[in-house]
């Protein structure tokens, strides 16, 4: 994300600063202050040492995770998620997509308590789901996300889609894709996209087509045709994540101060507690950041983006807000229900038929899907003139060191 965000002349937008705190159900469980000393004094009051375990734990997986830069640098790619990650950490790496995150964090000495009122934060707010569930990979991804430097695009990270379909000159057809049927020519398969848009349908013949959609079941509407064996259909489902973003006056007295002034929070994560009905809420900035801007004060409305399973009733919103002018509500199908499916999904559905969006099964992020969109395109490339050495190679680690 950040080569394309060079590549296209954009910007980061600018930080602007905001203390978080962890919400059990009755009061703030972690609360962060204004100084750094101060925080790691109370991480390591409550937690003893789980924070730096954690840290350590997140920074070797990050360490090896970014060797896939190196190996993409070199023209490498990968034709299974499991080669890919095989090759950035071996079968631990395989592994962390099949436990769960509270496994492996518990097996690297992290305490329960720390698992239970901060891991169990973030994974909610990131994940909308319980740490019993996610795995150990896309929790690490999740966990190195929360330490902090993170980042948006300055006018929104939208910008980075639209500017890269700009750069590549790519034909844009705005329609839904429906089905793609396999045919051939002259011995090479040839594959024909049929779609349909508000004017009708459509269809195109292409030698490749990369599908960057979900597949999964009750996700997609897309059929295959004329496939020997078929496509197979991929199981799994989806977590569903509502969205409300509330212009409004927060209730801070819901979160024990009882008067707004005092309220130093700009982003509030919340632990597994039954009867919470919402995952996290923070207060949101715009796009664009002047030099000038600052955050609201707490008494004055502010603009919160709250996170939650289920859309927000009436006296839910009331809860969270003292009053409110209006309300945004979207339904986003997320992430993947990270349940019992172990396989992840493949990336080759046939010879140049190509899938990414399975990527979200191993994590779900802008860095992984582009990471994961390099490969296939780094795949379909070393496919097509038969460059085999440059697929799945064993021993990545030594041959980029001793490549020129
Ligand atoms: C609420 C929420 C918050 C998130 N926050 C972050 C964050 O802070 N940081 C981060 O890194 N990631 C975040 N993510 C995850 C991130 O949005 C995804 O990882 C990323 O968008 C995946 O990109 P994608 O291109 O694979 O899929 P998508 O962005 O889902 O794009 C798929 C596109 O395909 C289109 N499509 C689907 N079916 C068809 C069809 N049949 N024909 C034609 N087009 C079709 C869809 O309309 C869609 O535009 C968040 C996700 C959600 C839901």
Request: aromatic share 12%; with cysteine.
């Amino acid at each position: 994300m950040q080569d394309f965000v060079k590549l296209l002349g954009l910007k980061h937008r600018r930080e602007v600063a905001g203390k978080s705190a962890i919400f059990g159900g009755e009061h703030f469980v972690l609360e962060e202050t204004d100084w750094y000393l101060l925080n790691l004094f109370r991480l390591w009051w409550h937690y003893g040492i789980s924070f730096l375990r954690l840290q350590m734990w997140v920074e070797e997986v990050m360490e090896k995770f970014m060797r896939i830069y190196k190996y993409q640098a070199h023209g490498y790619a990968f034709s299974s998620l499991e080669e890919l990650l095989h090759s950035l950490g071996g079968e631990a790496f395989i592994n962390m997509t099949q436990r769960s995150v509270a496994e492996s964090l518990l097996e690297a000495g992290v305490t329960q308590r720390f698992i239970d009122d901060v891991i169990a934060a973030v994974l909610r707010s990131s994940y909308g789901q319980s740490m019993l569930l996610v795995p150990a990979f896309a929790g690490a991804m999740s966990l190195a996300g929360a330490q902090g430097n993170t980042w948006a695009v300055e006018g929104g990270n939208k910008l980075v889609c639209s500017g890269l379909l700009k750069l590549t000159k790519a034909n844009v057809v705005h329609a839904r894709v429906t089905n793609v049927s396999l045919h051939s020519a002259e011995g090479k398969p040839l594959y024909q996209v049929r779609y349909k848009d508000e004017e009708g349908q459509g269809s195109g013949f292409y030698d490749m087509v990369v599908i960057a959609a979900p597949l999964h079941h009750g996700k997609s509407n897309l059929t295959f045709e004329n496939f020997d064996p078929p496509i197979p259909e991929l199981s799994g489902s989806f977590q569903p994540t509502v969205t409300s973003v509330v212009h409004g006056y927060l209730n801070s007295s819901y979160f024990g101060f009882p008067d707004p002034k005092l309220f130093p929070f700009a982003s509030i994560l919340t632990t597994d507690t039954p009867n919470l009905f919402f995952n996290a809420m923070d207060n949101i900035c715009p796009v664009n950041i002047s030099s000038s801007f600052r955050r609201k004060q707490p008494q004055e409305p502010a603009v919160w983006r709250v996170l939650s399973q289920r859309p927000l009733d009436k006296q839910q919103l009331k809860t969270l807000f003292r009053s409110y002018y209006s309300v945004q509500v979207t339904e986003w199908q997320a992430y993947p229900y990270y349940d019992s499916t172990k396989t992840l999904p493949p990336i080759v559905l046939h010879d140049n038929l190509f899938y990414l969006s399975g990527v979200e099964w191993v994590a779900s992020s802008m860095e992984m899907i582009s990471v994961a969109a390099k490969n296939v395109a780094l795949l379909a490339y070393n496919r097509w003139y038969q460059d085999l050495e440059k697929i799945d190679q064993k021993d990545l680690m030594h041959k980029v060191k001793t490549e020129l």
